[in-house]
């Protein structure tokens, strides 16, 4: 089993839509949860940190499960800026150096 | 402020070959890991500095190995190219323990690797 699992997608959606990203982790012991935003050929850069008590950051929602060991991130009335691949990613326990583990990626593609 | 840099942008080899890659961190920043990412993936972690040690490795052969200097800034060296290691090399920074959030990464813009 993978450590971090998404759905590859693409998800195909229209300007204005609401869009919901799911992601699994392996590991119980994990510690922090991250997503990452990667345009196509570019590095992946931070969008938020995800909180056990969820966080909302503009029209982004990160929620974390920790019973059910999933992430999920909620897009609000998408923009055609927001095509890009979201990155799940987990750090798992290392005793104080963090490495992070990344999910394969979500491709979204939003469309006028 | 710079953000993490990397050289070059995109280096061509043929098989066989060794390669040298360079990272510099963010400014405030004294730990150092790198990544490979093959098309289609999530990158993937190779290993990290701190304090001029390597403090974690991920699964890759002994072809990869680094180096973390007295400013931070680190090389990843490959040996023996292979066809397989063509990808993006990344290169992220993260500040020293103590200040919020130790355990968020910044990555550089990356150096793509082509192994003919």
């Known amino acids: 089993r993978k450590e971090v699992e998404q759905d590859p997608g693409p998800f195909n959606v229209p300007e204005g839509a609401t869009v919901a990203f799911n992601c699994t982790y392996s590991?119980?012991?994990?510690?922090?949860f991250f997503w990452y935003r990667q345009d196509c050929r570019k590095e992946p850069k931070l969008l938020m940190s995800?909180?056990?008590s969820g966080n909302e950051d503009g029209r982004f929602t990160a929620q974390l499960n920790r019973a059910s060991q999933y992430i999920s991130l909620l897009i609000r009335d998408s923009k055609l800026s927001d095509s890009a691949t979201y990155l799940c990613?987990?750090?798992?326990?290392?005793?104080?150096?963090?490495?992070?583990?990344f999910g394969t990626g979500t491709r979204l593609l939003v469309s006028p | 402020d710079a953000g993490v840099t990397q050289s070059p942008t995109h280096l061509i080899k043929t098989r066989g070959q060794q390669v040298t890659l360079r990272c510099s961190p963010k400014?405030?920043?004294?730990?150092v890991s790198w990544y490979q990412q093959a098309l289609g993936q999530g990158p993937q972690f190779i290993f990290q500095?701190?304090?001029?040690?390597?403090?974690q490795r991920g699964n890759f052969p002994d072809r990869f190995s680094g180096h973390q200097f007295p400013n931070y800034s680190s090389e990843l060296n490959v040996n023996a190219l292979l066809l397989g290691d063509s990808a993006l090399y990344l290169c992220?920074?993260?500040?020293?323990?103590?200040?919020?959030?130790?355990?968020?990464?910044?990555f550089g813009p990356g150096t793509r690797l082509t192994v003919l």
């Open positions: 992220a920074s993260s500040p020293p323990p103590g200040v919020p959030r130790p355990d968020t990464q910044y």
């Open positions: 590991n119980s012991a994990s510690q922090s």
């Open positions: 995800v909180y056990s």
């Open positions: 990613v987990v750090v798992p326990p290392q005793g104080g150096f963090q490495k992070l583990v």
């Open positions: 400014s405030g920043h004294d730990t």
């Open positions: 500095y701190y304090e001029e040690e390597e403090r």
